[in-house]
């Protein structure tokens, strides 16, 4: 069996988490309305990987196989804190 990195199978299977782009100079010049945007995006972002890491600690040991994941490796990704990718 072939061993992918825990890191990678996660973004490619059990989640993807969208980043958020770099600012340009006018983008730094925006209005406070504009970081309650990316405040509740970041929000967003938090919310998706504790939800897929809660998915993740409930699936049995089959499904974990079909989609290339020990348990073990499974157990650490679900035990991250949701602000840690």
Same mark, same amino acid.
């Given at each position: 069996?072939?061993?992918?990195?825990?890191?990678?199978?996660?973004?490619?299977?059990?989640?993807?988490?969208?980043?958020?782009?770099?600012?340009?100079?006018?983008?730094?010049?925006?209005?406070?309305?504009?970081? +309650?945007?990316?405040? +509740?995006? +970041?929000?967003?972002?938090?919310?998706?990987?504790?939800? &897929?890491?809660? /998915?993740? /600690?409930?699936?049995? @040991?089959?499904? +974990?196989?079909?989609? &290339?994941?020990?348990?073990?490796? /499974?157990?650490? @990704?679900?035990?991250?804190?949701?602000?840690? @990718?």
């Amino acid at each position: 069996m072939k061993h992918v990195a825990t890191s990678q199978v996660m973004t490619d299977c059990v989640m993807t988490t969208p980043s958020i782009p770099e600012r340009t100079a006018e983008q730094q010049r925006e209005r406070p309305e504009s970081y +309650l945007r990316r405040t +509740l995006a +970041l929000a967003e972002i938090w919310r998706e990987r504790l939800r &897929g890491r809660r /998915a993740l /600690a409930l699936m049995d @040991e089959r499904s +974990l196989r079909d989609i &290339g994941l020990t348990p073990y490796d /499974a157990s650490y @990704e679900a035990r991250k804190l949701f602000w840690r @990718e």
